[in-house]
T-cell receptor, first 114, second 111 residues
Framework: NAGVTQTPKFQVLKTGQSMTLQCAQDMNHEYMSWYRQDPGMGLRLIHYSVGAGITDQGEVPNGYNVSRSTTEDFPLRLLSAAPSQTSVYFC?????????????FGSGTQLSVL | GQNIDQPTEMTATEGAIVQINCTYQTSGFNGLFWYQQHAGEAPTFLSYNVLDGLEEKGRFSSFLSRSKGYSYLLLKELQMKDSASYLCAVRDPGSARQLTFGSGTQLTVLP
């Protein structure tokens, strides 16, 4: 029972490099999202999707792109990495039914931008 | 928008009871969640409240007062493994039902 799978677990980039963080879930969840977690600031929403082909911006979307071509996958792209994007990134998913549907989180990606 | 406040750190002794408070000021409300996050791990779901009152689940209970914009998480019979960060999150009533998280309360349980 895989749940939400994120790769890679660790990544070091140089300023200006691009990369994609992968996220896949096998629970047939409609809702998927990306958060970043920084010390003292809690989890902040970057982008989210309520279904295949539908994406929208969260609180801190600048510098990130997403797409949702399938229900299962929701990759996060950093177009030109900056030191301010050094953070821990979490992908999360949930069903879209009742309001008490909880988020299931991936194991996280520790990203350092030098 | 949403504004959620929690204490940054708390310390308690093994076997004791601790209460972690969360206050929120939001433009809408569709439920409050508590998550537990151990160092270096992903957050995991603890509880959900949408109506006023206390929800009990084993050693953990969560309370909500919507009129006061206030919730607390009560942990009884503390164990060393309860040392973690506890995150309060409010659900937006919009169609996407996003969650806005507080900064988390780091609980340290001492022997």
């Amino acid at each position: 029972n895989a749940g939400v799978t994120q790769t890679p677990k660790f990544q070091v980039l140089k300023t200006g490099q691009s990369m994609t963080l992968q996220c896949a879930q096998d629970m047939n969840h409609e809702y998927m999202s990306w958060y970043r977690q920084d010390p003292g600031m809690g989890l902040r929403l970057i982008h989210y999707s309520v279904g295949a082909g539908i994406t929208d911006q969260g609180e801190v979307p600048n510098g990130y792109n997403v797409s949702r071509s399938t229900t299962e996958d929701f990759p996060l792209r950093l177009l030109s990495a900056a030191p301010s994007q050094t953070s821990v990134y979490f992908c999360a998913s949930s069903a879209q039914g009742a309001a008490n549907e909880k988020l299931f989180f991936g194991s996280g990606t520790q990203l350092s931008v030098l | 928008g949403q504004n959620i406040d929690q204490p940054t750190e708390m310390t308690a002794t093994e076997g004791a009871i601790v209460q972690i408070n969360c206050t929120y000021q939001t433009s809408g409300f569709n439920g409050l969640f508590w998550y537990q996050q151990h160092a270096g791990e992903a957050p995991t779901f603890l509880s959900y409240n949408v109506l006023d009152g206390l929800e009990e689940k084993g050693r953990f209970s969560s309370f909500l007062s919507r009129s006061k914009g206030y919730s607390y998480l009560l942990l009884k019979e503390l164990q060393m493994k309860d040392s973690a960060s506890y995150l309060c999150a409010v659900r937006d009533p919009g169609s996407a039902r996003q969650l806005t998280f507080g900064s988390g309360t780091q609980l340290t349980v001492l022997p």
